[in-house]
């Protein structure tokens, strides 16, 4: 078993001055896990079992308490870009280099724009990290419609006149 870190005395009379307050039903969860340790002394294991959370949701809200105090765990909300690269602004800037060869009409792939966020952030990211950031700005994948580049029109519309005739 993992030996715990004591929760300092400045942090368990934080805890006991919002003791009587409102919580959202998150922020409750969030103050049994350590309302159950400052007070009761139970293992993670249990205060996992009693809140429903995972015991490492549980570890991380006691060592986030720890480090922030209450603003750990009052207005915390589910989601959000915790891994992100860059912040939404420094993509936009980054993007913006590309507005001109995309509005011109002229290729774009996502395998240059990959090559650019790659000397960028100086390090590799995978293409599925490019398309996710163009999905955030509205960008979609825009494909021409396959026909070979040396094919006759004479040809084709002879075909669909012989296909035609034939029904």
Do not use: N
């Not at 205060?47 to 915390?76: C, N, P, S, Y």
């Not at 396959?146 to 004479?154: R, V």
């Amino acid at each position: 078993m993992v030996a715990q870190i004591q929760i300092p005395k400045k942090r368990l009379a934080e805890l006991e001055r919002y003791r009587d307050s409102k919580f959202s039903a998150q922020e409750f969860g969030r103050f049994l896990c350590l309302w159950m340790r400052a007070e009761q002394g139970l293992p993670t294991t249990v205060i996992a079992m009693a809140t429903g959370l995972h015991e490492a949701t549980v570890r991380i809200v006691q060592r986030d308490f720890i480090d922030r105090g209450m603003d750990a765990i009052i207005g915390v909300g589910s989601g959000g870009r915790r891994r992100q690269l860059m912040s939404p602004d420094e993509e936009a800037a980054f993007l913006k280099g590309f507005h001109k060869a995309a509005r011109d009409a002229s290729l774009l792939t996502v395998g240059a724009v990959k090559a650019a966020l790659e000397k960028r952030l100086g390090r590799q990211v995978h293409q599925s990290t490019v398309y996710r950031m163009l999905e955030r700005i509205g960008w979609r994948k825009v494909v021409p419609r396959p026909s070979h580049p040396e094919q006759s029109k004479e040809a084709v519309e002879a075909f669909k006149k012989g296909a035609a005739q034939k029904r």
